[in-house]
């Protein structure tokens, strides 16, 4: 068997799909004022799906396993739980045995919660960039902020594990930081909060403005609690640090603390492309009759050595 690896001992372990590039909240990092709800066309040629349904994608899934042997698949998007398939999906993936993790900004997820098997998903990583209804709306454009909030209590009523993901904009949610670290904290959550990226429409314009960095972000903690920091896990995203009260939190700092040089993802889309790095521009589109060794050598050439260049892909296509 041919070993996909680069340079600098790179592999793939870790398969993010973008089930679905539409999402029914439109957060203000993935979608600007203009563009709103509106569907656009990509800014890349993206060569559209010759996956017929969810077994195709499956199969694919089935084939890209074989060669690298995962270690996780995470469901993603868009919004994945707007994907119709999405519970014969994950059924259909869990005899592989690898851990599946899940994605989303929680809006849905407590009915799908009741749909699925309690052991289906390994965790959820939920979206939650505000607790305060304006913010939220402010943000997301969207109401009803206590649905995402059923959704947790219903994920931790049933054992599930859960990470919180906030994404900071200045003068927008920096305010929010406290309240997430505590609501989360005194559930045992851990939070993460992220660096803006440069994608989609904050590749080249607006981005200084609304950046909120990971130095701006400890300090804002800081005033509150004494805080220590953990040990970076390999191939992890985020900084993690313990609050004098016993709250964790992290940072995903891909802006000012990059974590490239043992990136281990893969990205696969909901039309059958796959891409080594978020900065990817060219997707490189496989089915079942890929030579699959040959392309995945060809996306790991994608990865950056150090640092995320930018994209003018939104998430919302590459999923996130
Ligand atoms: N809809 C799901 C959700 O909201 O979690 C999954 C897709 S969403 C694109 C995945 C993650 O990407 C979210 O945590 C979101 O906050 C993050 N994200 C999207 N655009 C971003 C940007 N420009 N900078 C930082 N994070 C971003």
């Not at 372990?13 to 993935?30: D, E, G, P, Q, V």
């Not at 592989?96 to 098997?117: A, D, Q, R, S, W």
């Not at 994404?167 to 959550?189: F, H, S, T, W």
């Amino acid at each position: 068997m041919t070993k996909i690896s680069d340079l600098y001992n790179r592999t793939f372990k870790t398969l993010r799909i973008s089930l679905i590039n539409t999402c029914n909240l439109a957060c203000t990092y993935c979608v600007s004022e203009e563009e709103g709800r509106i569907k656009k066309e990509s800014k890349i040629n993206i060569q559209k799906s010759k996956i017929k349904n969810h077994l195709e994608l499956g199969q694919i899934i089935k084939q890209l396993h074989s060669i690298l042997n995962l270690e996780t698949i995470r469901l993603t998007g868009g919004e994945p739980t707007l994907y119709k398939d999405i519970v014969p999906f994950i059924e259909a993936l869990q005899p592989m045995g690898v851990p599946i993790k899940l994605t989303t900004n929680g809006y849905l997820l407590k009915n799908l919660l009741e749909k699925l098997p309690d052991n289906a998903l390994d965790s959820i990583n939920i979206s939650l960039d505000a607790l305060d209804e304006d913010v939220f709306f402010q943000i997301s454009k969207r109401r009803n902020l206590y649905k995402i909030l059923e959704a947790i209590d219903l994920a931790l009523a049933k054992n599930i594990h859960i990470k919180l993901n906030c994404v900071v904009i200045k003068g927008m949610n920096d305010q929010q930081i406290l309240p997430l670290l505590e609501y989360a904290g005194k559930r045992n959550i851990t939070i993460r909060f992220l660096e803006l990226m440069r994608m989609g429409h904050y590749h080249n314009a607006n981005f200084e403005n609304d950046f909120f960095s990971e130095t701006d972000i400890l300090n804002l903690i800081k005033q509150k609690y004494s805080i220590y920091k953990l040990e970076r896990q390999k191939s992890a995203t985020a900084n993690h640090w313990l609050t004098d009260s016993g709250y964790k939190f992290g940072i995903i700092a891909n802006e000012t603390e990059p974590f490239c040089h043992d990136c281990n993802r893969l990205r696969l889309d909901s039309y059958g492309n796959i891409y080594g790095c978020l900065s990817a521009n060219s997707p490189i589109s496989v089915s079942e009759t890929t030579d699959l060794t040959e392309a995945l050598t060809q996306a790991l050439k994608q990865k950056q050595p150090v640092k995320f260049t930018g994209s003018a892909l939104s998430m919302l296509e590459i999923g996130g």
